[in-house]
């Protein structure tokens, strides 16, 4: 929204500087985007008169204009009358009109501040000496016009500043209208003057007309009636037949300039006093032509206010065809509809130069109907803003009173009768009680009662003071935001300014605040990840269903988002792995050959269905791929090892693949993957390299390999697995390593499991690890085990060690079929 | 046309059989259906062509079954209980040099870390949640035009990717509300990723993290809200700060601010210059009501801001993309 400074002078006496007043509407009202200073656009430009016109010889539409600008301009060259040349191009320039001359060294208003301003000068045309331009409307920035140049009403001295006079020496604020969703009111310049007024701790005087709740329609009834067929969808709908004057009047120029300057074009004197209203006052209106909606309905018009229906199309005023909805309000003339109510008039009933009699609306609607209707039909004028705001059903009517007013006086049409008024939705006017305090407890404030009562009272609240203590607030009827006691409290916190409330600390006791230990336990896993030279990575929730379909998994186990902004993010990812899988291609493209990338976050598979709060489970995951481009050997043990470091002390088993529906399962290959099973029997996760068709699908290079777990099992397993410290011995210990050949179907887990069957029954302190895999016969392997002994309670002797260890040697022996060598 | 059905089973059952798939898509009787469609009544060949292509796409689909299952057969069994390759020999660690952790999740972690040393317990936001969290309990009732500025997307279902982690609001206070009437307080932030259906470009996101903060506690000022907020700052810049606020309008708060700090010195901050850092305000009475929390006898402040900006700032980050970009280019940076 723009709010024009010289307009908002009109109602409030402003003394600061444009950037202390900038400043104070920004700490207190709303946010100011940017300020633009438009004199300088105009700066130099005069009104002047064209005593002289005479076509140029040799051409078809140039004319020599001899213009008096009242000695104004001190720079160009005058004839002996006095007067300056200027070639123009306007097929309506006629002597004896006011115009705009755009002198010499201005430049083009319309070309101002753009990448290329043009700057006039004076100038050779053939053989004639033309100084500067005679402007048209749109060169002066103003509006679209095609005529020719812009022609002035009345007798204004010639070489007038055309910035003065149409007071064009102004600072247009744009506001950021997100902040003002609320407030009906401050889209109209008055509502925002009332603030400002209030906010610069000024009493506001509103005009006559807007606190006129009743005014005088005039007498009789009967030419038209209102039926709001259900009182939902308007609170009151007021309308007044006018006749008998000049619809072809164009409304005065310094409106038009002011109507221009905040962006609505100037169109005629009717059209542009509903405009000036709705900017003045927040309360868009709209014209209808009379003969036209009677020709539709016959006579007796009977305008209903009622919903769309099924079929039904319109045809509004820029020519687009909608078919309403049974949700869209509409505005009709007996069964035809002839506007979308709040968005949009019909072409049915627009009026034009012909019109003779004229319909003005002045309504209030259901603004959640209204902002459906908006989103729906992609509508966003000035009017349907405003209606969405909520302005209230009171402001109808003095604003209709003013635009009577107005169109009597600007094309002399006259009321046929009184007004046809409907009100279903009247409201009592509100009464809050606000203690004085509840302000200095919700605010943290230790404010004078008169303070609080000036504040509110300036923006144009009732306050009467009740034992010193307590205000009761009369909320303004153009505040229909105001409904609790918080509202008001938040109008005097604000008027005042929240910056002058001293910030304080809360009191809280010393009680610690324990973080939360999965959080505790994802920070470590992350830390432990990085240290083993993985790098974290994050990426979208929301996937392409053809990535979804290369990692192996259904696209129809995701939520799908029936409003996302491309394909590529349609669907919530079921795992984690299918991001990791696709950007681990790029990654190599860009010459990175080894790495690990990992990420831990949240999914989100359909199966798992819902939580006690009936939304979808969420599982934290964690997952890591590794890749190497010219990498050789099993990728499956690359990953593993990342795996072992981060998991290493929690005995995870290793277990052969089964069927198994869990999705993560799903882009591994189940002869070179593992399920993880933790001490607690539960299934963590699964580690692998991936199908021949992942590599394909992903452009992996083949010594990849991932893992992913659930990341909530993982800390419960964690949780039970105490870190039981055990003191050193004060003996040293012993190592030995056997080499078993076996046969090569026998797995080193089947080895160490053997062997673990003897170790743990000693009391000594063992452990085994398989250091070396050696195969050179087809049918054969050697694996050899390093198995460490030591006791608590004296150094082993060669006799014990070797017990033990032959013992071990038998066990694998016996069960595995194992030779020692 | 039935002569097609019995070329289809008949080629299927040719493909499951072979160990080339592949080569029965060059089969005669395939050529031939193709063949007649030139001796068809012009009229009739649309159909005709449409059926011999559907044909021609389950032939495809089901070559490439049957060769993955071929190729899936050839894959070699490893030892998975083994610690390495046969042959291999101990495996090393990547480079610890090279590991890094996102940027965002370390500065979340710092922000957290100052948040629970304040006194406030931290939970994670929900990345898929309901209208009634996300807009219900929260003041905003069904097509109000405030809903218009969180963009949301939507699943078939109606779920929604929260676009703001006050998501968590309702549930933070129906959990705090037993403690509150107990001894008076609720301190708790919420964290996590947030979505709005957003075009994206180098300061906008459709997906980004927010950290969001609830206090109610008997005697909750605005007063202490700016001073909380003050304190944060202050610790996670470490240097004092002035702070300025704005109006604002958002329904689950009243009064509604925005706050912004003078920008600090370590982000090359001069006097004058602020930084617009979070909403925020005191509870609305209703979002406390939906919690079943008595709005006469307690009070509360809210806020939310967004954390990939103060990482963009803190290391001056050109491109928000980067975030979520995967790029090892970028999140070496970082190690």
């Known amino acids: ?821 | 046309m039935q002569n097609i059905e019995d070329v289809k089973n008949n080629l299927l059952s040719q493909i499951a059989a072979s160990d080339f798939p592949r080569e029965i898509l060059k089969s005669s009787e395939l050529k031939k259906l193709y063949g007649a469609i030139s001796s068809m009544p012009v009229e009739q060949r649309g159909i005709y062509g449409k059926s011999i292509n559907d044909l021609k796409i389950v032939l495809e689909s089901a070559v490439l079954t049957k060769e993955t299952e071929a190729e899936d057969l050839s894959v070699e069994q490893i030892d998975i209980t083994a610690p390495f390759d046969v042959n291999g020999g101990k495996i090393g660690l990547l480079s610890a040099e090279n590991g890094s952790s996102h940027p965002l999740t370390t500065e979340l972690e710092n922000v957290i870390n100052i948040f629970t040393r304040m006194g406030f317990e931290a939970i994670e936001s929900r990345q898929i949640d309901d209208d009634n969290h996300m807009f219900g309990t929260l003041n905003f009732p069904d097509n109000h035009p405030a809903r218009d500025g969180y963009d949301t997307f939507r699943t078939e279902e109606g779920f929604i990717p929260p676009a703001h982690t006050s998501t968590m609001q309702n549930r933070i206070l129906k959990a705090g509300k037993a403690k509150l009437e107990a001894d008076g307080q609720i301190a708790a932030v919420s964290y996590g990723r947030v979505f709005r259906n957003e075009d994206i470009d180098a300061t906008h996101e459709h997906t980004f993290y927010q950290c969001e903060g609830v206090f109610v506690s008997s005697d909750a000022t605005l007063g202490q809200m700016l001073g909380t907020l003050r304190s944060f700052f202050e610790v996670y810049y470490g240097q004092k700060l002035k702070i300025k606020t704005q109006p604002a309008y958002f329904p689950f708060v009243e009064p509604g601010l925005e706050f912004a700090i003078e920008k600090p010195v370590a982000l090359g901050g001069k006097p004058g210059e602020w930084l617009e850092m979070l909403g925020c305000g005191m509870i609305h009475p209703n979002v406390l009501r939906s919690a079943g929390i008595d709005p006469e006898k307690y009070r509360g402040f809210a806020w939310g801001g967004g954390i990939d900006r103060l990482v963009m700032l803190k290391y001056g980050i050109e491109d928000i993309r980067h975030f979520e970009s995967g790029k090892l280019a970028f999140l070496r940076k970082f190690v």
Not at chain 1, 110 to 138: C, E, H, W, Y
């Open chain 1, 1 to 821: 929204m723009i709010i024009s400074l010289n307009w908002l002078k009109k109602f409030t006496n402003i003394d600061i500087s444009v950037d202390e007043l900038a400043e104070l509407i920004n700490t207190r009202l709303v946010e100011i985007e940017s300020v633009v200073n438009i004199s300088e656009k105009y700066k130099n430009i005069l009104i002047v008169k064209a005593v002289e016109v005479k076509s140029l010889e040799g051409s078809d539409h140039l004319s020599v204009v001899k213009i008096n600008d009242g000695g104004a301009n001190h720079y160009v060259e005058r004839d002996e009358n006095n007067l300056i040349q200027v070639v123009c191009g306007a097929p309506n320039i006629t002597s004896g009109q006011t115009v705009v001359w755009l002198p010499p060294k201005s430049v083009v208003p319309q070309t101002f501040g753009t990448a290329q301003p043009f700057m006039l000068d004076t100038r050779n045309l053939r053989g004639v000496i033309s100084n500067g331009m005679i402007a048209s409307a749109k060169e002066l920035d103003l509006f679209d016009e095609h005529t020719g140049i812009l022609v002035l009403d009345g007798d204004i001295e010639p070489g007038t500043s055309f910035a003065k006079e149409y007071e064009l020496d102004d600072y247009l604020l744009n506001i950021e209208n997100k902040s003002l969703t609320h407030r009906p009111d401050c889209f109209g310049i008055i509502g925002f003057a009332r603030e400002v007024s209030a906010i610069m701790g000024k009493d506001f005087v509103s005009p006559d007309w807007i606190m006129n709740l009743n005014p005088y329609f005039g007498e009789g009834s009967g030419n038209i009636s209102i039926v709001i067929d259900d009182a939902d969808i308007s609170d009151r709908y007021q309308a007044m037949v006018m006749t008998d004057g000049d619809s072809k009047k164009q409304s005065p120029m310094i409106l038009q300039t002011y109507l221009a300057r905040v962006g609505v074009r100037p169109i005629s004197a009717i059209v542009d006093v509903t405009n000036y209203l709705m900017m003045l006052a927040g309360q868009p209106l709209h014209a209808f032509d009379f003969d036209k909606v009677r020709s539709i309905c016959g006579d007796n018009v009977e305008i209903h206010v009622r919903f769309g229906r099924e079929g039904e199309k319109l045809e509004l005023l820029d020519g687009k065809v909608i078919d309403l909805s049974s949700d869209d309000i509409v505005i009709a003339a007996g069964e035809t509809a002839i506007a979308l109510a709040g968005a949009m008039g019909g072409a049915n009933t627009e009026i034009d130069e012909s019109t003779k009699t004229i319909i003005i609306e002045s309504a209030s609607f259901n603004l959640y109907k209204l902002r459906a209707t908006q989103m729906r039909h992609g509508i966003f004028s000035e009017a349907v803003t405003r209606f969405t705001k909520g302005q209230p059903a009171e402001l109808t009517a003095p604003v209709l009173g003013e635009a009577v007013r107005l169109v009597r006086e600007w094309t002399g049409m006259q009321p046929v009768t009184s007004v046809a008024d409907t009100y279903p939705g009247k409201r009592e006017r509100q009464t809050i009680k606000v203690p004085l305090q509840k302000v200095d407890d919700i605010l943290g404030v230790d404010m004078s009662i008169l303070d609080a009562a000036n504040s509110i009272s300036h923006a144009g609240f009732g306050v009467k003071i009740e034992d010193s203590l307590i205000m009761n607030v009369e909320v303004p009827y153009w505040r229909s935001d105001i409904h609790i006691l918080e509202d008001v409290v938040e109008e005097i916190g604000r008027i005042n300014g929240f910056d002058n409330i001293k910030s304080t600390l809360p009191m809280r006791d010393f009680t610690a605040v324990m973080p939360d230990g999965f959080d505790i336990f994802r920070n470590n896993l992350r830390r432990t990840l990085v240290k083993s030279g993985a790098n974290e990575v994050l990426t979208y929730s929301f996937i392409h269903g053809d990535i979804i379909k290369k990692a192996g998994q259904n696209p129809e186990d995701s939520y799908r988002l029936i409003n996302s902004i491309s394909p590529d993010l349609q669907y919530y990812r079921q795992t984690l792995m299918p991001s990791l899988l696709s950007i681990t291609q790029p990654n190599i493209k860009q010459g990175y050959d080894e790495f690990a990338l990992f990420e831990i976050n949240k999914c989100h598979y359909k199966p798992d269905g819902l939580t006690d709060e009936e939304v979808p489970l969420e599982i934290d995951r964690m997952a890591l791929i590794f890749a190497a481009k010219a990498g050789s050997g099993t990728a499956y043990y690359r990953a593993r090892r990342i795996l072992e470091f981060i998991m290493g002390d929690l005995n995870i088993t290793y277990k052969k693949i089964t069927e198994s529906n869990n999705p993560i399962l799903s882009p591994f290959e189940p002869k070179r993957s593992a399920e993880l099973i933790g001490a607690n029997g539960k299934t963590i996760g699964f580690i692998g390299e991936y199908k021949k068709s992942v590599i394909k699908n992903f452009k992996l290079p083949v010594c990849s390999a991932g893992f992913e777990v659930n990341t909530l099992e993982l800390f419960n397993l964690v949780k039970t697995v105490g870190k039981d410290y055990k003191p050193l011995s004060r003996y040293p210990s012993t190592e030995r390593d056997i080499c078993f050949r076996v046969n090569q179907v026998i797995n080193c887990g089947q080895i160490i499991d053997s062997a673990n069957e003897i170790l743990l029954k000693t009391d000594l302190e063992s452990s085994i690890e398989v250091i070396d895999i050696y195969k050179k016969e087809s049918e054969t392997k050697n694996v050899t085990v390093r198995i460490k002994l030591v006791s608590y309670s004296h150094t082993l002797n060669g006799d014990e060690v070797t017990e033990v260890i032959n013992n071990v040697v038998n066990s694998v022996v016996a069960k595995l079929d194992a030779i020692v060598i």
